[in-house]
């Protein structure tokens, strides 16, 4: 199971972008990549997934380049309300979580 | 929107009793999953079940630990002779079975938070 790196906190203001890393070196050729959001007291929340390339939705962009040894996720113009634990996981069909980033974004 | 439903939001038990945690998985799901989250840390994986039976299982889900899907549409997590350090948020998850290269998306519940005293 490919492990997953990423920073422990950020810090970013409402309207901005904020990028989130996710270093996952040993990521084999069946797996995606998944983030997930989680607010207090609540359960995650899938956010988007990708295998390689850029994938956008409503919510997020997702970045990963071609060796996909790591990934970013991109929230575009934050809000309050974005403040949460984001995990990135990576692997074929389980769903293993790591300490993930906790993100607050302040006024 | 679909949700996956968990009863109670929260029980208190006192230490070495038995406590059954309840969950409704969305409808056309076939995975199930359980999940435990202690205050302050991460999400850890307890279990997974497909097919009526456990697919996958964590160091953290030993004897103490029974799951079971008693009818079509409920799956419940057994904790027998509850310690303290079992307080936790419990959260139950479904899936539709993953593909062959994909990692399926899970669909969380608000969790039942267990206080053992």
């Known amino acids: 199971l490919a492990k997953t790196t990423q920073p422990i906190s950020m810090d970013s203001y409402e309207g901005q972008e904020v990028n989130i890393t996710c270093s996952h070196n040993?990521?084999?050729?069946?797996?995606?990549i998944t983030w997930y959001q989680q607010f207090p007291s609540q359960g995650p929340r899938f956010i988007i997934q990708?295998?390689?390339t850029k994938v956008t939705n409503e919510v997020a962009s997702l970045f990963i380049p071609a060796d996909r040894k790591s990934s970013t996720l991109s929230l575009p113009r934050v809000s309050l309300s974005d403040t949460a634990v984001y995990y990135c996981?990576?692997?074929?069909?389980?769903?293993?979580f790591g300490a993930g980033t906790r993100l607050a974004v302040h006024p | 929107e679909p949700e996956v439903t968990q009863t109670p939001s929260h029980q208190v038990t006192q230490m070495g009793q038995e406590v059954i945690l309840r969950c409704v998985p969305i409808?056309?799901?076939?995975?199930f999953y359980w999940y435990r989250q202690i205050l302050g840390q991460k999400v850890e994986f307890l279990v997974s079940?497909?097919?009526?039976?456990?697919?996958?299982k964590s160091e953290i889900f030993d004897d103490q630990f029974s799951v079971e899907r008693p009818d079509g549409s409920n799956f419940t997590l057994k904790i027998r002779s509850t310690k303290l350090e079992d307080s936790a948020m419990y959260f139950c998850?479904?899936?539709?079975?993953?593909?062959?290269?994909?990692?399926?998306?899970?669909?969380f519940g608000q969790g039942t938070r267990l206080t053992v005293v």
């Open positions: 998850a479904s899936s539709e079975p993953p593909g062959a290269l994909r990692n399926t998306e899970a669909f």
């Open positions: 040993n990521i084999a050729t069946n797996d995606y």
């Open positions: 990708g295998y390689k």
């Open positions: 996981l990576v692997g074929p069909n389980k769903l293993i």
């Open positions: 409808s056309n799901h076939l995975y």
């Open positions: 079940f497909y097919n009526n039976e456990i697919s996958e």
